[in-house]
Each structure stands twice: as C-alpha cells, then as structure tokens.
C-alpha cells in the first residue's frame, strides 16, 4: 500500500500568471492549499471558483513590508502552517544603465529584491517555530550572468543570489531549505505588459538593434511555463533539495561559458592578485 502524502500549505507571490499561476495551480490540482497573492483580488477569482477553500486569495503589493508580513501571518493562521514560500512576483526592466532614472531603479529594487526580502522575514519566525519549511526565490539566468540592457534587472537578481545563499545557510540549523530557481527564455509576460522600459537615449540605438537581432536569432524557443510545474513539486518534495536549480534548456551552458571566462580572467590576473596581499 502506498504511502499517503502530507498535503502541503504553500504561500506564493505573483499569482495572477506566468509562474506563480502555474505553481499554484500544481500545488491545488495535487491536493495542497495555497496562500495565493497578487496585486488585484479580481485575477484570482478563477482559482477561487475552481479551487474553493484550499485557495486562500490576498491582495499584496510584496513592496509595502506591513502588508507582506500581514499576509504571512493571515495565511499561517488559516492554513496552521506554511511549508513552501515562494517568492515569484517581479518584473522585467528595460534599459541601458545611462538611461535608468532614479524611480526607475528604486522600483525595480523595491520589487524584486526588497519585496522578496519582506516575505523571507515575515515567513522566518513561523518556519523557525515549527522547524521546516522551503524558502523558493525566483531568480533567472540573469541572476549569475548579465547581458546589456538589463542592468537594474540584473542588479536586483544577483543581490537576491547573495542574499539568498547567505540566507541559506543561516537558516539550515532551523530545518528550513532555500533554493533559488533560475529560469531561462519562457513564454510568460516577464518582457510583455508587466515590463518597465526607459527611454531611449539615441546613442545607444546601435547597440540596441544589436541586442534585439542577437535574442531574436539565439533565444530559440522559449519554454512553456505549464511544464514547469512537475520539476516545482519535485523540488519542493525532495528531502535535499537543491539551493540553484536552472528551468529551461539554455541557462547551463551560459553558465559554463560565462563562468569559463571568469576563472580565466582571475587565472590571468592572479600575479596582479598576489602583489595586492602585501609581504
């Protein structure tokens, strides 16, 4: 006889589509209940409708930090528990580094970094006291590698990295697991509606038709998010579960050029490395 699975009781930012839709609707469709939250209560209707009690939906913007740690604590007090919190809203930003204005670069942090930092914090205490728990940061290849006209995107990536592994490994002793997912190319609204783009200063309008003309003819296919939700079960219901993971077939081998050059450089430069030490 097979052994019967405890259900789980998630928490997901970023619900109303693209990821966060199609992990919540993995987790439901399997039995589990989900803290589901997005900027409008109006996109998660349908999954109230289909779903009914196990869908807990609630109206968070993940930038204001009163309102991320009232939803964690409104979700732990109906569902008892939290097992996985995933931190998935975000967005895309658009724009050389000269050409990004100030609330340009504070909103992108303000979302993709700081408001996967309120979560974190809000759901810690709860995941503490009862000693388990998988912290999942939605982070992409960008956030090991970095291409032009990406450069508050990437910055809030990588800092979510750092902050994430340190997180990692102040939290094993508690029995809570981080991991960050690094997705490559996939068809949601990541570069569509949901993103922010600067304006354009004419200088760089060569180097911006370049860009363009490389991901056309590089990215290939972009993945589907659907098939996405099978590898977040599985890594959610691994007893190690891994602190990286890549989604989609392109990001490793960016990853071993890109990092290939990094040691290459460092190997170039170590005298240089050597004579900063001192005597």
């Known amino acids: 006889m097979a052994e019967q699975r405890e259900h789980k009781s998630w928490f997901i930012t970023g619900t109303s589509r693209g990821f966060g839709r199609e992990w919540a ?17 109006d996109s998660l209707t349908e999954l109230v409708g289909k779903y ?3 869908v807990l939906p609630l109206e968070l913007d993940v930038t204001d930090r009163g309102a991320a ?17 995933i931190n998935n809203a975000g967005y895309g930003h658009f724009g050389m580094l000269e050409e990004v204005s100030e609330k340009e670069a504070r909103a992108q942090l303000e979302t993709n970094l700081f408001g ?19 912290i999942i940061q939605v982070s992409s290849i960008g956030g090991i590698s970095a291409f032009p006209g990406l450069s508050l995107y990437h ?14 490994q102040e939290v094993a002793g508690f029995g809570i697991h981080v991991t960050l997912i690094e997705p490559g190319g996939f068809d949601t609204d990541w ?8 304006t354009a200063l004419p200088a760089y309008a060569g180097l911006r038709d370049a860009i ?51 040691i290459e450089t460092w190997e170039k430069w170590n005298d240089v490395s050597v004579e900063a030490q001192g005597d």
């Open 52 to 54: 009914g009690e196990r």
């Open 212 to 262: 363009t003309e490389t991901r056309r003819t590089t990215l290939g296919k972009r993945g589907d998010p659907s098939a996405t939700g099978k590898a977040v079960l599985e890594i959610v219901d691994a007893a190690e579960p891994p602190l990286r993971v890549f989604f989609g077939t392109s990001p490793l081998a960016v990853a071993k050029a890109d990092y290939a050059k990094r």
């Open 116 to 134: 996967a930092m309120w979560v974190t914090q809000a759901a810690l205490p709860f995941l503490r006291e009862q000693g388990s728990g998988h």
């Open 155 to 168: 910055a809030s990536k990588w800092a979510l990295e750092g902050m994430s592994q340190a997180l990692a």
């Open 25 to 41: 609707i993995a987790a439901l469709e399997r039995g589990d209940r989900v803290a589901a939250t997005a900027r409008s209560l």
């Open 191 to 198: 570069s569509g509606s949901s993103a922010v783009h600067s």
């Open 69 to 85: 740690f009232a939803a964690i604590s409104r979700a732990h007090d109906v569902f008892g528990r939290l097992d996985v919190v």
